[in-house]
């Protein structure tokens, strides 16, 4: 028993019910026994929407998952409090949970100009369940509509299965009750403050109970013999498992958030007295206002246009304004620890997805979106000597320890787009980001693909761009001195990269009348000298001159070299001989071959190692290439549109495979990586305004016009 009731709660998943109120039998409370119960685990990376109220003055946000509720947030975009929502079904004999035997899924949209969506299952013959959310504008809380059928027209009892990770662990947790309310709380491991979290319900529950996962829960309990025997039960320090019976075919439930438990359960309250109508009308007049403001684009992208517009805001926190997290979700997190609250999944920032973040909404013409991710980089995140962290938390704590200096580079370029010149930006970060990039670059501990050390293209093409940017930035301002030694740097390292990073004696071009493409990465000045690269996620070790990706194309992006550079279009060929992938939606490439971050073969979870996928914003970055050639990009832009899926979460993989090895993917459909990614969903906004404007849209003038703009084809 112990066993189903881990598998039913590792899956992580809703599970809905059926109707009829008989009594249960058996009467119990006190204290749950089996502390601290099982394990405890995250949800898959593969989010089918993702929601918040546009109000600051509301501090939460939800995750999706294949059939319910996953990872709820607060008071922070990077601290979850919630694995999942669950239902258990009891009647007729039958005991079910909705996660396990749904056997009828259906994410949609309910609406193109708000993040709202409906979520239905069943397993066909006995039940259904249909779920709606909303947040609540005015408060720390989330409603939720849940509607249930009996399509036997039996007599069910249904329970709502709550599996709370309050402050970013799902151990540790203290469960109990208020009334008819759950409250579980948990203390912050960086603040020592309480997080505490209420999960009522109107109608009330008829039954409430805390226990312990896997041993003392409310589905363990039921599973056994179709009863709520522990019934009132509290559990104190562990992997709380909480559970409430419905008591109406139609519910609406309450998660709120507070730091105390009382004040939870009364933020609960009153959030179910003014009812989900009213807030779920709120909630998307907010968000109608936000797309009402969008540029009209072509009609055959508006719905997705405005999406991912919708979800780049939805992943900025409110306390640190302009901190765009990479993504609402933890990768392949069924498989991530959460007993310790270290995990940092992709509910971290990175200052090269924010730039990318930040250029769309140059794109759309919200510079003051923007600019607050500008600030958050310069205020918050930068160090004292001018760099970047990899990653950190949103407070600037740094998460992974190494350095990328394309993500040094970076702010500078959004601070020359943003027309940041004054003195006091220029000598408190732009300077000092230029400085560390002269003392440490054009070499980089890691590129953008975060695995490896040396001379990257898309990582030289960053730090020449940043370093022309502060050039001009600084002889605005009276630093000739300054902007010549950035642009004397420059220089040089732009004749550098095709001779550190083009090979003429890889394996990909023989036979070829002439010969050489750009390499991923080369460990040092020579890129012919057939250097042993180990790809650190698994890959294995191969001859660096074997491995090629498509970073080289942000030489054009960043008007460094010109589309027509004779060695950017053998590069092109190289690429599509080894890593694109023809998918039924149109072309897809993987981030290099010999990858090894991806599912693995049989198609479950990366766990240091397994084959790298799709990634869809590769299609959007050749799409920008082609707009650079005076080409065509919208069957990129549609393919990355469908890629999307039915309810417009670009993913950060899609499955690659034809046939997969069983029926959690399908070719070109999301992975369990990390679904939505928000530079994948920028990426698809800055493509559709390059198709509207026919040009690069974020691409640095200043840089254009001293390289490839004056460039003749060599």
């Excluded at 069943?122 to 039940?127: H, V």
């Excluded at 995140?381 to 190494?402: C, I, K, M, T, V």
Aim: aromatic share 10%; charged share 25%; with cysteine.
């Amino acid at each position: 028993m112990t066993k189903l009731v881990s598998m039913a709660l590792a899956v992580a998943l809703v599970c809905p019910g059926l109707f009829s109120l008989p009594p249960l039998s058996g009467e119990a409370s006190g204290e749950a026994p089996g502390r601290p119960g099982v394990r405890s685990t995250w949800t898959s990376g593969g989010k089918l929407g993702v929601g918040t109220a546009v109000s600051r003055r509301s501090r939460v946000w939800f995750t999706l998952g294949a059939t319910g509720l996953t990872e709820v947030y607060y008071p922070t975009v990077d601290m979850p409090n919630l694995r999942a929502l669950d239902f258990v079904i009891v009647g007729n004999g039958y005991v079910g949970c909705a996660s396990r035997d749904a056997l009828e899924r259906e994410t949609r949209r309910t609406r193109d100009d708000a993040l709202s969506f409906a979520q239905t299952m069943s397993d066909g013959k006995r039940w259904r369940i249909t779920q709606r959310y909303a947040c609540d504008p005015n408060r720390d809380a989330l409603l939720i509509e849940v509607e249930v059928t009996a399509l036997d027209g039996g007599n069910y009892e249904v329970f709502a299965l709550l599996d709370p990770a309050v402050a970013n662990s799902g151990l540790g947790d203290t469960g109990e009750h208020r009334g008819r309310t759950l409250v579980a709380s948990d203390r912050d491991a960086t603040t020592n403050q309480t997080i505490a979290m209420a999960f009522a319900a109107q109608p009330a529950f008829e039954v409430v109970s805390s226990g312990f996962a896997g041993v003392s829960d409310g589905w363990t309990d039921l599973a056994a013999d179709g009863r709520l025997d522990g019934r009132e039960q509290r559990a104190v320090d562990g992997n709380v498992v909480q559970i409430g019976k419905l008591s109406a075919p139609r519910t609406t439930l309450a998660l709120a958030f507070a730091d105390r438990p009382e004040a939870a359960a009364d933020v609960a309250a009153a959030a179910l007295a003014e009812g989900f109508a009213a807030i779920a009308g709120r909630y998307e007049a907010e968000w109608q206002a936000f797309t009402a403001r969008l540029p009209r684009v072509a009609a055959e992208y508006r719905a997705q246009f405005a999406v991912a517009a919708m979800t780049l805001l939805a992943h900025e926190d409110k306390t640190y304004p302009g901190a765009g997290v990479a993504s609402l979700s933890i990768p392949w997190g069924e498989a991530a620890d959460a007993d310790r609250p270290t995990s940092g999944g992709y509910h971290l920032v990175w200052s090269r997805d924010l730039y990318h973040v930040a250029t769309a909404w140059l794109a759309l013409g919200d510079r003051a979106a923007a600019g607050r991710a500008l600030d958050y980089l310069f205020k918050v995140q930068q160090n004292a000597d001018g760099s970047f962290p990899q990653n950190s938390w949103l407070d600037g704590r740094p998460y992974w320890p190494s350095v990328q200096l394309d993500e040094v580079a970076y702010p500078i370029i959004l601070a020359w787009q943003l027309e940041r010149f004054d003195r006091e930006t220029y000598t408190q970060h732009v300077r000092p980001a230029a400085e560390y990039i002269l003392r440490h670059g054009p070499y980089t501990p890691q590129e953008r693909w975060e695995e490896e050390e040396g001379y990257s293209p898309s990582t030289i093409a960053a730090e020449i761009a940043g370093l022309i940017c502060a050039a001009d930035i600084a002889r605005r301002l009276g630093r000739a001195e300054d902007a010549e030694r950035y642009e004397r740097t420059a220089d040089r390292w732009a004749e550098g990269v095709q001779q550190w990073c083009y090979t003429t004696t890889g394996p990909w071009d023989e036979g070829e009348a002439e010969r050489g493409y750009y390499l991923r990465i080369n460990n040092n000045r020579d890129p012919n000298d057939g250097f042993k690269l180990d790809i650190n996620n698994g890959g294995g070790q191969h001859d660096e001159r074997a491995i090629v990706d498509a970073g080289f194309l942000e030489l054009v992006r960043l008007g460094i070299v010109p589309p027509d550079d004779p060695k950017i279009l053998r590069s092109l060929r190289m690429v599509d001989r080894v890593i694109r992938v023809e998918t039924p939606m149109g072309p897809g490439w993987r981030r290099y071959n010999y990858d090894g971050y991806g599912e693995r073969a049989d198609g479950s979870g990366w766990q240091d190692k397994g084959i790298g996928r799709i990634w869809p914003l590769l299609t959007g970055e050749r799409g920008e290439y082609v707009i650079a050639s005076g080409g065509d990009a919208n069957p990129y832009a549609k393919t990355m549109l469908a890629f999307a899926g039915p309810t417009g979460m670009i993913p950060e993989q899609v499955w690659d495979q034809a046939y997969p090895p069983d029926t959690r993917y399908r070719i070109g459909q999301g992975t369990g990586s990390a679904t939505p990614l928000a530079w994948s969903m920028a990426q698809f906004v800055r493509l559709v305004m390059c198709i509207e404007a026919r040009r690069v849209v974020e691409q640095p003038a200043v840089v254009f016009q001293r390289y490839a703009g004056k460039q003749r084809p060599r």
